[in-house]
């Protein structure tokens, strides 16, 4: 999706936007811009695809003098992707200029409001409005202007705004899409991303809702839509800005599967004090929990696997019924939430649109909703009613694994919880599962140095048309995982089914050949998935066996095993993905693909 920097103090400012959109390049993009207050206008370059093209044509921004500028990288959702569609736009006196994430729903009416006062458009996107708009409010007080345009558009957007009579100052504004402000002694940063500003301040402001901000060199001043001015508090980010860079390894995908033993131990550890799990950031009081009826798990893409996985372990260990939902069904289907129910939103980011939408639609309706959130002070975080962060750090790789991993752990943290508060479970199996959960970080490295039997494996199956991934129970669940990273960055057609479901349709598209990773790791169902994968076997599939150490007879079976270490049953899933993940990514680099930018693809899909 888009991303947007803006700069203004002492030192140059287009050489920091540059670099502030580098940071960003991981959330997918098509084309790149930069304004630039100069002395006699507003500079804009902008140029379609990667960002080198842009640093090329401003020698690394250094041909841009200024202190005072935005910056964009776009993504294009109305009209292609070229340079006339790339941000910023500006008005007809190039007076104004703007960069824009999210989509304007009404451009097309405000546009034809425009055109007939006599506004001429030069560009395809819902972005050129705003300029326009802000065009014809204008009449020397930005803030007036901004909140006459925000009142006139519905949709959602972060935008970062240049007045060319306001000299050294960069305004800003959001409605349902991120933005921050960092403040340093030597200018301060607008960003819709931490990532961006990193290298120069951990300190910033989360802009809300309908909030607009006037940021000069050594000024923030913040205004709601009625332009008063509001205070707001300074929040300081605990990421570290080497943890945003590659560190050696060629992509960050792999450095981030790599981070997974630390990040599950960053989420865990502070949670457990003396043997006992501590889940103060739940903000339910035992009484609340014993009440809970229903609890509704949400979320997009590997954050809804999550979900998948982790209803078996809550109601295993809780014996609360957990209903699962995809963020873009459950806001439309009118949810029927009873009394005492628990909503639990999970997104790495906290700005998916749909997952954003979800928290409203639950909290309209009364329920308590819990965010499993790794970004800090994102929407979802600070919108729902109590949040329990995962210390996954920043992931910049659009392929989700750290992140994964750690809302992985913060369910299960819940599940023994509950189960302990409900007692559901006995004390004698809630201190197991905290030991054995305890381990979960070491195993998770073990599994890690068997990687080159799966790059050997993955380049084998590097060629082909369609992999099938099955398993039963919380394998099923890790088998949704390991399916979406496979074509996510390989682009090969994946599928992944629950293993008895075979028969009802799926068993027909085995042919000669082709790849089944059977993942087969919980004790109770291995001999029906021994069953399903005799019948593929049987019709020409090639079989990949994922199981734990003990159960060798998936040998005689699987022409290929993979083992992880033996854990509680409820944790498997954290350590088969781990195999999945490395899969998907050989497969992706045998193809040469750019696995950490994988096309269409963006990291945070802030628009529905
Ligand atoms: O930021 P979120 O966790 O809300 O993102 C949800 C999905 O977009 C995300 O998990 C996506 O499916 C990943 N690319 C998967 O690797």
């Given at each position: 999706m888009c991303g947007i920097v803006g700069y203004t103090g002492c030192n140059q400012a287009a050489p920091i936007l540059l670099e502030g959109l580098s940071k960003l390049e991981y959330r997918g993009?098509?084309?790149?811009?930069?304004?630039?207050?100069?002395?006699?206008?507003?500079?804009?370059?902008?140029?379609?695809?990667?960002?080198?093209?842009?640093?090329?044509?401003?020698?690394?921004?250094?041909?841009?003098?200024?202190?005072?500028?935005?910056?964009?990288?776009?993504?294009a959702t109305h009209g292609?992707?070229?340079?006339?569609?790339?941000?910023?736009?500006?008005?007809?006196?190039?007076?104004?200029a703007v960069v824009h994430n999210g989509i304007i729903e009404n451009y097309q009416s405000i546009k034809a409001h425009l055109q007939k006062k006599g506004y001429q458009f030069e560009s395809e996107t819902d972005t050129e409005v705003i300029a326009h708009l802000l065009d014809s409010y204008y009449q020397g007080d930005p803030i007036e202007a901004i909140a006459k345009t925000m009142v006139r558009m519905t949709g959602s957007y972060a935008l970062g705004i240049l007045f060319f009579d306001q000299p050294g100052k960069v305004f800003a504004v959001r409605k349902d899409?991120?933005?921050?402000?960092?403040?340093?002694?030597?200018?301060?940063?607008?960003?819709?991303?931490?990532?961006?500003?990193?290298?120069?301040?951990?300190n910033v402001y989360f802009v809300d809702n309908m909030e607009i901000v006037s940021i000069g060199a050594d000024s923030i001043h913040f205004y709601n839509l009625d332009q008063e001015e509001i205070e707001k508090e300074i929040t300081t980010i605990n990421w570290d800005a080497e943890a945003a860079e590659k560190g050696g390894y060629e992509?960050?995908?792999?450095?981030?599967?790599?981070?997974?033993?630390?990040?599950?131990?960053?989420?865990?550890?502070?949670?457990?004090?003396?043997?006992?799990?501590v889940l103060e950031e739940l903000g339910?009081?035992?009484?609340?929990?014993?009440?809970?009826?229903?609890?509704?798990?949400?979320?997009?893409?590997?954050?809804?696997?999550?979900?998948?996985?982790?209803?078996?372990?809550?109601?295993?260990?809780?014996?609360?019924?957990?209903?699962?939902?995809?963020?873009?069904?459950f806001r439309y289907r009118d949810p029927i939430l009873e009394e005492d129910s628990l909503v639990i939103i999970i997104s790495q980011s906290g700005e998916t649109a749909d997952s954003i939408a979800a928290l409203k639609e639950a909290k309209s309706k009364g329920a308590h909703v819990l965010g499993i959130v790794n970004v800090v002070g994102s929407s979802i975080a600070r919108e729902a009613d109590s949040v329990l962060y995962t210390w996954a750090g920043p992931e910049i790789s659009v392929a989700t694994t750290k992140a994964y991993s750690t809302q992985l752990a913060a369910c299960y943290l819940?599940?023994?919880?509950?189960?302990?508060?409900?007692?559901?479970?006995?004390?004698?199996?809630?201190?197991?599962?905290?030991?054995?959960?305890?381990?979960?970080?070491?195993?998770?490295?073990?599994?890690?140095?068997?990687?080159?039997?799966?790059?050997?494996?993955?380049?084998?199956?590097?060629?082909?048309?369609?992999?099938?991934?099955?398993?039963?129970?919380?394998?099923?669940?890790?088998?949704?995982?390991?399916s979406l990273k496979l074509k996510e960055i390989s682009y090969i057609h994946s599928e992944a089914y629950a293993a008895g479901e075979l028969k009802h349709g799926t068993i027909s598209l085995i042919e000669k050949g082709i790849l089944v990773v059977s993942v087969a790791t919980q004790p109770e169902l291995y001999e029906k998935m021994i069953s399903n994968m005799v019948e593929v076997k049987s019709r020409g599939a090639y079989l990949m066996g994922l199981t734990c150490y003990g159960n060798?007879?998936?040998?005689?079976?699987?022409?290929?095993?993979?083992?992880?270490?033996?854990?509680?049953?409820?944790?498997?899933?954290?350590?088969?993905?781990?195999?999945?993940?490395?899969?998907?990514?050989?497969?992706?680099?045998?193809?040469?693909?750019?696995?950490?930018?994988?096309?269409?693809?963006?990291?945070?899909?802030?628009?529905?």
């Amino acid at each position: 999706m888009c991303g947007i920097v803006g700069y203004t103090g002492c030192n140059q400012a287009a050489p920091i936007l540059l670099e502030g959109l580098s940071k960003l390049e991981y959330r997918g993009y098509d084309s790149a811009g930069l304004a630039i207050e100069s002395e006699d206008k507003i500079k804009v370059v902008r140029a379609k695809g990667r960002l080198h093209v842009l640093e090329e044509m401003t020698d690394n921004g250094r041909a841009m003098k200024g202190t005072c500028g935005i910056g964009h990288t776009r993504w294009a959702t109305h009209g292609v992707p070229s340079v006339v569609n790339a941000h910023p736009h500006c008005n007809a006196k190039k007076t104004i200029a703007v960069v824009h994430n999210g989509i304007i729903e009404n451009y097309q009416s405000i546009k034809a409001h425009l055109q007939k006062k006599g506004y001429q458009f030069e560009s395809e996107t819902d972005t050129e409005v705003i300029a326009h708009l802000l065009d014809s409010y204008y009449q020397g007080d930005p803030i007036e202007a901004i909140a006459k345009t925000m009142v006139r558009m519905t949709g959602s957007y972060a935008l970062g705004i240049l007045f060319f009579d306001q000299p050294g100052k960069v305004f800003a504004v959001r409605k349902d899409s991120p933005m921050i402000v960092g403040s340093t002694p030597e200018g301060n940063f607008l960003a819709s991303d931490v990532p961006a500003i990193l290298k120069y301040t951990k300190n910033v402001y989360f802009v809300d809702n309908m909030e607009i901000v006037s940021i000069g060199a050594d000024s923030i001043h913040f205004y709601n839509l009625d332009q008063e001015e509001i205070e707001k508090e300074i929040t300081t980010i605990n990421w570290d800005a080497e943890a945003a860079e590659k560190g050696g390894y060629e992509h960050f995908m792999m450095k981030e599967i790599y981070e997974q033993p630390k990040a599950v131990q960053d989420t865990i550890s502070p949670r457990i004090k003396d043997g006992e799990i501590v889940l103060e950031e739940l903000g339910m009081t035992e009484d609340e929990i014993r009440k809970i009826r229903h609890i509704y798990m949400i979320g997009c893409g590997s954050a809804y696997h999550v979900c998948v996985s982790a209803k078996y372990v809550i109601e295993a260990l809780a014996r609360i019924p957990v209903e699962v939902d995809l963020a873009s069904e459950f806001r439309y289907r009118d949810p029927i939430l009873e009394e005492d129910s628990l909503v639990i939103i999970i997104s790495q980011s906290g700005e998916t649109a749909d997952s954003i939408a979800a928290l409203k639609e639950a909290k309209s309706k009364g329920a308590h909703v819990l965010g499993i959130v790794n970004v800090v002070g994102s929407s979802i975080a600070r919108e729902a009613d109590s949040v329990l962060y995962t210390w996954a750090g920043p992931e910049i790789s659009v392929a989700t694994t750290k992140a994964y991993s750690t809302q992985l752990a913060a369910c299960y943290l819940i599940g023994i919880y509950f189960g302990k508060i409900r007692q559901t479970i006995t004390d004698e199996t809630y201190q197991e599962l905290v030991e054995e959960l305890m381990k979960l970080p070491d195993k998770i490295q073990r599994v890690l140095g068997d990687k080159e039997r799966i790059q050997w494996f993955a380049n084998k199956f590097a060629a082909s048309k369609d992999i099938f991934f099955i398993g039963r129970g919380l394998d099923y669940g890790t088998s949704l995982e390991g399916s979406l990273k496979l074509k996510e960055i390989s682009y090969i057609h994946s599928e992944a089914y629950a293993a008895g479901e075979l028969k009802h349709g799926t068993i027909s598209l085995i042919e000669k050949g082709i790849l089944v990773v059977s993942v087969a790791t919980q004790p109770e169902l291995y001999e029906k998935m021994i069953s399903n994968m005799v019948e593929v076997k049987s019709r020409g599939a090639y079989l990949m066996g994922l199981t734990c150490y003990g159960n060798y007879s998936m040998e005689d079976t699987a022409n290929f095993t993979i083992y992880v270490p033996k854990t509680a049953k409820y944790f498997t899933n954290s350590l088969a993905v781990i195999p999945l993940q490395l899969l998907a990514y050989y497969v992706a680099t045998a193809r040469g693909l750019d696995v950490d930018k994988p096309r269409n693809l963006a990291k945070s899909v802030t628009v529905e």
